[in-house]
């Protein structure tokens, strides 16, 4: 981007690729050096349905790409040439890749995370996570920590350790929409997470944290032992009414309402929103436990997409309204926008 005389910033190149019905190709263009200019140089026929996610690796020498007909296609950018595809029973919906040990990560809209390694005509299925309750929707890679942060409909992101091979270390919630783009500043220690009102997060990494637990199983309710409602023999000796079943989210007990009737926020574990607490975590739970572990920001657009040029302290996010704003992070992150602009 270059400054205007207005001292605002508009794109050099403004270019429009129209095709028969939605991207189906993956397009690689040749920028000027003065970027007032881009020249068409390849197309490569990656898709049968719309393209969802791209990836240039220049160690690689390879793009790889994912979309609707449900595959990860990766292709040599030397000779335009498909080297392979990998196919899923969902969607595929966006990628992550890692240049050093050419390992893809593909989120689908099944709610499931596939680690790949790519071979240059092979490929073979490492893992599969699951902990999302919704489509995935925004994916990011920091390969120096190797962590892996997921962005979903269900509001919420996971932190996934695969380096350590923990699996779900950390799950966050601190959006009312879904998830739409995700970065990691692995300097300060910061993620920085968009989601589809505008919403603009910025999470503390840099403390210590607890993981959420996972939900436990029960027919009766875990404190005071009354029955759920689907649990019959229980209801027919007491003589008693079945429950609705609910969760503490500190301790993951299956409760009834009654034993849960405290909201409470817990950011250590991530919950940055009030939650149901069952009454005697309620009571666990310090003054300075609740203490917010991030901060939000108002992008005032639907945000879809979203960069970051972290050595000038400069975020920029684009969303489905056709407008482009930059943001000043220089300051506390993501406090102040810099200058916007819409594209027409």
Known sequence: MAPRDSGQYWPSIYHTVSCECETTRCLEFLISEDFNKMNHMKTYPAHQNRVTAIVFSLESEWVVSTGHDKCVSWMCTRSGTMLGRHYFSSWASCLQYDNETQHAFVGDYSGQITLLKLERQTCST????????GSISALWWDPVQRLLFSGASDHSIIMWDIGGRKGRTLLLQGHHERV???RYLQLTR???SCSADGGITVWNMDTPREEAPQWLDSDSCQ???QPFFWNLKQMWD????????HHCRKCGKAVCGKCSSKRSTYPLMGFEFQVRV????????KDEDR???ATFHEGKHNISHMDMDPSRGLMATGGSDRVVKIWDMTQVVGCSIATGFSPR
């Open 278 to 285: 069952c009454d005697s975590c309620y009571e666990s739970i």
């Open 126 to 133: 490492i893992t599969t996570l699951k902990g999302h309750e």
């Open 190 to 192: 910061q993620l920085v």
């Open 180 to 182: 739409q783009a995700l």
């Open 223 to 225: 404190k005071c032992e």
């Open 238 to 245: 007491t003589k008693t009414l079945g429950l609705r079943q």
């Open 291 to 293: 203490t917010a572990l």
